[in-house]
């Protein structure tokens, strides 16, 4: 079963270089909007770069934590 990865952004990218909000842009984020991603090393550096302003959760493939 595929890992998945719960990121939820939860600091504002207002004031955060330009760089660093295109990568939330990138990973379909948007102040307390939480997305569903592949876990691969190119989500996890984006998700490095921006550490300061999300919460990320490891989930299995068919739990999504939204309704059944």
Do not use: C, Y
């Not at 330009?18 to 989500?43: I, K």
């Amino acid at each position: 079963m595929a890992k998945k990865l719960r990121i939820r952004q939860v600091r504002s990218g207002i004031g955060a270089p330009r760089d660093q909000r295109d990568t939330l842009r990138s990973l379909g984020l948007r102040h307390q909007r939480a997305v569903v991603r592949e876990d691969s090393p190119t989500v996890r550096g984006m998700i490095f770069k921006v550490r300061h302003l999300v919460e990320v959760e490891e989930i299995d493939e068919g739990n999504h934590g939204g309704p059944a």
